[in-house]
Every structure is written in structure tokens, then in C-alpha cells.
């Protein structure tokens, strides 16, 4: 609701309410944080975390469901969304494997990575780094914190 109500003024924006992933409709636990729910996420929190004294206070079960499925399903033109933002808290990787279909339109991508553990079992900056290379995506510059937003830019042959 507070999405709604902060884009409510901007008549071209839209607001969706979906757990995006590598599969659809598959229950997984979503564990709420304690930090006005802006860590939340399907992971548990990892050792590096704790050194911000998250922790988990409500767990929801939510459905997942595939980007590429919810494009099609909201007859979304993929073409006209080629910069991307990717938050995720620890999901990016599992979203981009659910989005390969879209991902082949976009150019560029703004990504936030970890280089250490923050999510239990949560993406790390080097397997996404590999997973994008295979779609010819590069970063524009190396982490330099364990936590950070890094673009990616997609090498056009």
C-alpha cells in the first residue's frame, strides 16, 4: 500500500505485488525483518547481517511466480524496459534465471550485490557476475564493499 501511495501522483507508474523467482507458484517461507521490512527476503540472514543487528520478527508464506511469466500475464512490452533495477536481498540470481526471456532486452542493469554473506545461501557477487557475462552483460567497475549497487552493461555484437 505504501507503493500505491508514493507513486499515486505519477499517472504512467504501476504498482505489482509478486515474489519473483526462478519457478512459478511454488510457497516458500518470506521472513520479514526488523528494519521497516527493507531487509526482508526468502533468505535467512547470514553472518555479515548480524553486524547490523537484523533479525527476523514475522514469516509470511508467499507464492512465487517467474518475471518472464508475469510479462507475459500483464501483457507487458518487455521492449520498452531496457534499464533495470534489481534489489533483491539475495534473490537477484534466482530472479534473473526466472527472466532469461526478458533479460534478452534489456541493456543494462543497476544491481544490488554482496561479496559476503549477508543472506544465508543468498547470490554473491561472483556467481552473478558469471551468470551475467553468459547473457554478455559487464560490470562497469568492481565492488570495492562487501555490500553495494554495481551497473552491469549488456557488450552488443
Known sequence: QD??????????????????????????????????????????????????????INTLKLKTKKFDTFVDEQK???DEYNFWIIDAQGAELLIMNGAKESLKKCKSIYIEVSTKDYYANGARYSDLKNFLASLNFFPLDEPNKSHQDVLFIKNEK
Open 3 to 56: 507503493l500505491i501511495d508514493n507513486i499515486y501522483l505519477f499517472h504512467n507508474q504501476k504498482a505489482f505485488n509478486y515474489l519473483f523467482h526462478n519457478t512459478d507458484d511454488e510457497k516458500l517461507n518470506f521472513y520479514i525483518s526488523n528494519n521497516d521490512s527493507a531487509s526482508s527476503s526468502i533468505f535467512k540472514f547470514g553472518e555479515e547481517s548480524f553486524n547490523d543487528n537484523l533479525k527476523t
Open 76 to 78: 507487458i512490452n518487455i
